[in-house]
């Protein structure tokens, strides 16, 4: 389902965050002059998971079940990933 803000339900759909991250991605590359990145893939998802557990904790008022609820994962799996990345709920 597309909403009238540019987002979208749908799985696949090209969304306003996505092309973020591409631009973002695009001025990385750029700001290596042509070095080649090291753990691109680990540098990116543990940089965006973060940001994303930091925003959805403070989202819902630090309650990590709905926390939890929202990102889809069981509150122990919350949980080992806050303490992973220092993140005080």
């Known amino acids: 389902m597309n909403r009238s803000d540019g987002y979208s339900t749908e799985c696949g759909a ?19 002059e042509g070095e080649a990145p090291c753990d691109l893939y680990k540098m990116v998802v543990g940089e965006t998971e973060q940001a994303l557990l930091q925003f959805v904790l403070a989202r819902t008022g630090g309650n990590q079940s ?9 509150r122990g799996t919350l949980r080992k990933k806050l303490q992973q990345y220092g993140i005080e709920p």
Do not use: I, T
């Open 14 to 32: 090209e969304s306003p965050l996505k092309r973020c991250v591409v631009d973002e991605l695009g001025r990385y590359f750029d700001a290596l």
């Open 66 to 74: 709905r926390a939890a609820q929202l990102l889809g994962l069981n």
